[in-house]
Each structure stands twice: as structure tokens, then as C-alpha cells.
């Protein structure tokens, strides 16, 4: 059973980068059709994909964070990487990481970690 776990700091001040990792444990992320992404829910509001890197290191981004958004990973470590630049208040949100199959609805979740964007 695969497993994700976020990490990352829980504060952030605004203009800095965001960076948070997510640590795969049962299975590898270069494994064919797996699919790693990042999707965050701001308080109040609804669920939001930010991108997604896939089993070949391929990468693909949301339209409306690309500018500001690169996802990278470590094979060595079996963890891929969320960096957001340029953050604001309306960055506060819970983020995960969590990873689709291709040709199946299957999505799994990492627990997610709060990120507040303060000064």
C-alpha cells in the first residue's frame, strides 16, 4: 500500500518560496503510470490542483499558478518537491501531495500539512 507524507515549513512570509516535499513509502515514484501531484484547499474554499510530475519526469502545471510553480523530484530518496514562489496571504492553505494511475480512478492522499503565508 503506497503511502505519502508531506513535509515542509508551516510558515511562510510573504514574497519567499514555498517548498514542501512529499515521501513515498510502497512504491516508487518512476514506477510506469504513476502520476505525483500537488493539489491544495485554501480555508473555506474548494480543492485545487497545482500540477503534477509523472512517472518519467514529465511536468505539468495549472494554468494559473505556472509562473510561480515547479515540481522537481529525487529519485534517490523516492520524494518529489513543490516549490511556490512569490507567495501571499492567499497561499494559506492545506496542502498534499497524492498520486493517480493512469487508467484508473484510483487517487491516494497524503494526510496534507497546513501552510500559512504571514508576516
Known amino acids: 500500500q503506497v503511502q505519502l507524507q508531506e513535509s515542509g515549513p508551516g510558515l511562510v512570509k510573504p514574497s519567499q518560496t514555498l517548498s514542501l516535499t512529499c515521501t513515498v513509502s510502497g512504491g516508487s515514484i518512476t514506477t510506469n503510470y504513476y502520476y505525483w501531484s500537488w493539489i491544495r484547499q485554501p480555508p473555506g474554499k474548494g480543492l485545487e490542483w497545482m500540477g503534477v510530475i509523472g512517472y518519467s519526469g514529465s511536468t505539468y502545471y495549472s494554468p494559473s499558478l505556472k509562473s510561480r510553480t515547479s515540481i522537481s523530484r529525487d529519485t534517490s530518496k523516492n520524494q518529489f518537491t513543490l516549490q511556490l514562489s512569490s507567495v501571499t496571504p492567499e497561499d494559506t492553505a492545506v496542502y498534499y501531495c497524492?498520486?493517480?494511475?493512469?487508467?484508473?480512478?484510483?487517487?491516494?492522499w497524503g494526510q496534507g500539512t497546513q501552510v500559512t503565508v504571514s508576516s
Open positions: 497524492g498520486r493517480a494511475t493512469g487508467g484508473s480512478t484510483d487517487f491516494y
